[in-house]
């Protein structure tokens, strides 16, 4: 999944999805929040919660389901 600058979201399909994290990718813990640029993702024990700014547009993605805003 990428969520652009724009706050367009788009959603990736089967083997398209796959791929290696980065070397310094870590564990978000819940109700902890990371910001990098305009992006924004705050983990909760329901899933995760990412906006862009300055639209707000973003997604919140759990593990029964995927909502954008």
């Not at 990428?2 to 290696?20: A, N, P, Y």
């Not at 994290?21 to 813990?29: K, T, Y």
């Not at 819940?30 to 997604?59: D, I, L, Q």
């Amino acid at each position: 999944m990428t969520l652009s600058e724009q706050g367009t979201l788009k959603v990736c399909d089967g083997t398209k999805c796959l791929g290696d994290g980065p070397e310094d990718a870590f564990e978000l813990g819940y109700g902890k929040s990371v910001k990098v640029g305009n992006f924004e993702c705050t983990s909760k024990k329901a899933g995760m919660r990412c906006s862009v700014s300055p639209s707000g547009h973003g997604f919140e993605l759990s593990r029964d389901a995927l909502h954008r805003f």
